[in-house]
């Protein structure tokens, strides 16, 4: 029999009588005058599945199973079970949502229907923020009373989002009369933790009042968590270098990279192949502490008055310590095999460097925090029995800050030891393999003992990121609903201000530099022997070169910064990127809710129209570019001005957004649905902000390999995505608990985003690589008979550039002493660098559509139940994964097939619950090269014993069988990354006051 605990409510009284008739044989005695809330599982089913079968419209929703017992920790993975919704990922533990093919940016996120800003911005680079989302990770489960997922739009629902919009309820002291109370702690045992703590605590309590008379009440929740963790992973930089093959020709400079290399079954002539950039290891450890605390007032002056005034705050606190190692490829490839794939990979790619080229190491230190503060004040008024009036207002920021002591984002210490002779790649299987001769005998610097070791190890470049993102959004809202014989008229305006201010900087020191001036310099105590594959231990890692050094990045950064006479200090006046984003909002808006019959069946149709006027700023303060320097065969520094520049505009657009809701009861068990809406979705803002950023050129643009970039990210104009939203549905509620539906589903959008490339020069930037010297260091280069590949091309234009090419020597050790020596620098007579430049335009339209099937069944008085749900996702554009490298392909992100089912059980005070989540590959990232995030999967489980019928117990498992997680581009051989995940369990106690 299901466990009843007793509970004062103002629950609708059908609810009441309908839970109190299932479980009537199993309540408890109660006072003359209380109710019976049912908890559990069941319950918890049983109540989203009467808010879906009551709803005007296609609405799923999720209820707490208790008083401070929501489903699952974390929000995001509760929503991975409705039907069309999937998740996103970081760090093993749900972040942001999808929807029916719609990322995190294109949902609505409210709390209480408020419309909540978000701020997550990229800790490493200095690119613009963009993020529109509520990232879910910041909000414990623990306060949350319910979350429901409106999937079709309505009038009175605020705009951004096409996926859905979701809003999450928090608790209310007049839910319960009297005093409520609920304090739970849970132990955390992260499996993947390797420096941490093995079990970190997790601490939540909830606090509910009312006076006798139900006028004053008070609510108060907070709760505090802790996780620490490891990950090991491997990535490959980029697979961005797709071109069609050629016959190999190092006298034409055609195909140079495999002149003279053993081949394998090459391309045929004019198929497209790629190679990598790098091969990368690393381990990383993190901590996150994540607070929250709700505070709610409630007020009832009159009978026909409730005033609530509430407080938010949320915040997550994220620092993380990171090593890798790491083998960048020169372009010159002594063997090569390849596959059969139509966009061919070396699966098996072999350099022979010569003696000392470098053996790349890496140390980080970052840290980030994401809070949320949000004043809210809401007063609803039953003016007389026809109408009611609801007044709301809030000012809520969302803020994305530096989580270190010294003031900046993450910094990234470069090392390298100049150890190796021979280089290869071996991408066959899920892991790559990387394999190196060791070999410092004839380098000078080392200690020239044939082998790694810390004395070999040089600094080479720091690099620190600050990154900052301030959301703030001040809405206030007048709804109205009057009421009708046979339905209500509704109506209402809205105002919405929204302003987002982004900075972004990085800067650059060189301590030995790309050429590695100083090995041994690093002190002994700072480093320490680590093997990088001990930790993939999922993955065959035979073969892998396991020698390397770890350390701690701030020590390290700051010895050199005083050794090297440079500032180890994040903070920072002038930002790369500083972006600002203005939206002003009016609204307004009615509907007609109307009861009828069609055929003796009732019926309900809910009608209204939406009209929005959106004004938007775009200001940006750019610190421009001056010049570019050529630091060594690959590497290059954009030097900056020394103050920022602003630059404004504007733009404006109305919206018109129609929405019609209409369902038949067929049956008194069966209903049909159909909705037509209209919903848009605003651009991201880094979209929106008028940045331009010119990019490190990843070569020099006479090498054949590569080309300079650029990113123009203003475009204030940009329109919002405009979808019609088609929707029909059948429900089949067969039991009190139990229902199976089928729906399918259609999203007509226009405006969607692409990027559209041009040459054009940039801040008359000239290019170094190009030029007259350049040019000379080819036509002499070709003269000695040598290739003209990256690495020699600096050389010669460096000697040329100081009158020193008869010095000109073919061997590593030369090329790395004149690196070290010299940087070559742009003059007038180099050409202007021509930039391939993007920037975004409305410029596509596209069609999603598919079907979603979910059922819920309990057995009986068992206890026993199953609850599964499967969707189709389509959409008529995909990425061409043999399509021109040289172009932006745009395809729909996002897209894919997700599935989720559950066994649950709940009997004799046990609560148990073994879940199934599954998504489908999906395209993650488009332009002209796409990321691919593989099939996933994930067991969890719930159990729970009533001790007592106020102390619970429980165990919770997540991602039980440690499944990992994997990217690739055109093909499976190109991994673009992968991370190798674990459990987490959680052990925890519940007491209800």
Do not use: C
């Not at 299932?22 to 009467?50: F, H, W």
């Not at 008083?67 to 409705?82: H, V, Y």
């Not at 960048?328 to 098996?348: E, G, L, Y």
């Not at 000697?799 to 003059?827: C, G, K, M, S, W």
């Amino acid at each position: 029999m299901s466990h009843l605990n007793m509970k004062r409510s103002i629950l609708s009284s059908t609810i009441a009588a309908v839970l109190g008739t299932i479980y009537a044989g199993s309540a408890l005695a109660q006072d003359e005058g209380d109710e019976i809330v049912v908890t559990g599982i069941k319950a918890s089913l049983t109540r989203s599945m009467d808010i879906k079968q009551d709803s005007v419209g296609v609405v799923d929703a999720i209820s707490a199973e208790d008083m401070g017992k929501f489903p699952d920790t974390n929000l995001a993975e509760s929503l991975q079970r409705i039907t069309g919704v999937s998740i996103s990922r970081n760090n093993g533990e749900g972040s942001k949502v999808t929807v029916r093919g719609f990322g995190e940016d294109y949902n609505l996120i409210t709390l209480n229907g408020r419309a909540m800003p978000g701020a997550s911005a990229p800790i490493a680079g200095n690119a613009a923020p963009s993020s529109r989302s509520f990232d879910f990770a910041n909000i414990a489960s623990e306060g949350v009373s319910g979350v429901e997922v409106y999937k079709t739009g309505k009038a009175n629902i605020s705009s951004g989002g096409i996926g859905a919009t979701i809003n999450v309820k928090t608790a209310r002291p007049f839910d319960h009369e009297g005093l409520k109370a609920s304090i739970g702690g849970k132990l955390v045992n992260d499996s993947t933790n390797s420096t941490g703590r093995d079990i970190t605590p997790e601490v939540s309590g909830l606090f509910s009042w009312t006076d006798s008379d139900s006028k004053f009440g008070v609510g108060l929740s907070a709760s505090h968590q802790e996780r620490d963790s490891g990950q090991d992973g491997a990535f490959v930089s980029n697979w961005n270098n797709t071109r069609a093959w050629a016959t190999p020709n190092a006298a034409t400079n055609t195909n140079a990279q495999f002149a003279g290399a053993t081949l394998t079954n090459p391309p045929a002539v004019g198929q497209l192949f790629t190679t990598p950039t790098d091969i990368r290891y690393y381990h990383a450890d993190t901590t996150r502490t994540r607070d929250n605390a709700q505070l709610v007032l409630q007020f009832k002056p009159a009978d026909s008055i409730v005033t609530t005034l509430d407080y938010t705050f949320a915040q997550n606190e994220s620092e993380s310590s990171r090593g890798e190692q790491s083998l960048w490829f020169v372009n010159a490839a002594s063997s090569a095999t390849f596959d059969n794939a139509t966009v061919r990979t070396p699966v098996i790619y072999s350099e022979n460097t010569g003696a000392g080229k470098d053996f790349g190491l890496a140390l980080q230190h970052g840290g980030q925090t994401n809070d949320l503060k949000s004043l809210g004040l809401n007063v609803a008024w039953d003016v007389n029995d026809k109408l009611k009036v609801t007044l709301d207002a809030h000012d809520s920021k969302a803020r994305s800050l530096p989580n270190t002591a010294d003031g900046y984002s993450w910094v990234n210490v470069g090392m390298a030891a100049p150890v190796i002779g021979n280089q290869s790649a071996d991408f066959r299987g899920e892991l790559p393999i990387m394999t190196i001769t060791k070999y410092d005998d004839n380098r000078g610097g080392t200690n020239q003992n044939g082998k790694l070791d810390i004395d070999d190890v040089s600094t080479q470049v720091m690099q620190m990121s600050t990154t900052r993102q301030t959301t703030e959004t001040k809405q206030i809202k007048l709804d109205g609903d009057w009421n009708l014989d046979t339905g209500a008229f509704q109506f209402g305006v809205e105002s919405r201000s929204t302003e987002s201010h982004g900075q972004g900087y990085q800067s650059y020191d060189p301590f030995g530099d790309w050429g590695i001036n100083n090995p041994g310099d690093i002190p002994n105590d700072l480093l320490k022997p680590f093997d990088y594959t001990k930790g993939l231990k999922d993955y065959n890692t035979k073969g892998a070169v396991n020698t390397a050094f770890t350390g701690d990045a701030v020590a390290i950064g700051k010895w050199a910064s005083a050794k090297y006479g440079r500032t180890f200090a994040g903070a920072t006046k002038n930002f790369d990127n500083d972006t600002n984003v203005k939206e002003d909002i009016s609204a307004a808006y009615f509907q007609v809710k109307l009861d009828g019959e069609l055929g003796g069946m009732k019926t309900h149709t809910l009608a209204g129209v939406r009209y929005e006027q959106t004004d938007v700023t775009s200001t940006v303060q750019l610190v421009k570019p001056t010049s570019i320097t050529w630091l060594s065969n690959n590497d290059f520094q954009v030097n900056k001005d020394t103050k920022a520049t602003p630059y404004s505009s504007d733009a404006s657009y109305s919206h018109l957004l129609p929405s019609l809701d209409f369902d038949v009861q067929l049956r008194d068990d069966l209903k049909g649905r159909f909705s037509f809406s209209k919903t848009i979705a605003r651009a991201t803002y880094d979209n929106l902000s008028g940045a331009v950023v010119v990019n490190n050129p990843s070569g020099p643009t006479t090498a054949g390999l590569v080309s300079a970039t650029a990113n123009e990210n203003g475009n204030p104009g940009l329109l919002p995505l405009e979808s019609s939203n088609f929707d029909a549905s059948i429900e089949w509620y067969y039991s009190d608990s139990s229902y199976a539906s089928f729906g399918l589903w259609e999203k007509r959008v226009a405006n969607f985003i692409g990027t559209e490339t041009v040459k054009k020069s940039l801040f008359d930037l000239r290019d170094p690589t190009a030029g007259p010297r350049a040019q000379a260091a080819i036509a002499a280069l070709q003269s000695l008979g040598q290739p003209t590949d990256e690495n020699r091309l600096y050389t010669m234009t460096a000697l040329i550039d100081h009158n020193r090419q008869a010095d000109y020597q073919d061997t590593q050790a030369f090329r790395d002493e004149i690196e070290r020596t010299y940087d070559v620098n742009p003059t007038s007579a180099d050409p202007l660098y021509m930039f391939n430049t993007t920037h975004p335009v409305n410029n596509k339209e596209a069609k999603i559509h598919g079907w979603e099937a979910a059922v819920q069944h309990f057995f009986g008085e068992t206890g026993i139940g199953v609850s599964a749900n499967y969707t189709k996702v389509l959409g008529d554009i995909s990425y061409d994964v043999n399509g021109d490298p040289n172009v932006n392909q745009f395809a729909l992100l996002g897209l894919s097939d997700t599935a989720n089912g559950s066994l649950i059980y709940e009997n004799h005070g046990i609560q148990a619950r073994v879940s199934y989540n599954w998504r489908d590959q999906y395209l993650a990232g488009a332009g002209t090269s796409p990321v691919f995030v593989e099939a996933f999967s994930q067991i969890d489980f719930n159990l729970s014993y009533a001790v007592t019928d106020s102390l619970t117990v429980s165990l919770e498992g997540l991602n039980v069988t440690g499944e990992n997680a994997r990217l690739h581009a055109r093909s499976e051989r190109q991994m673009v990354s992968l991370q190798d995940l674990g459990a987490r369990y959680n052990l925890g106690v519940r007491y209800n006051f």
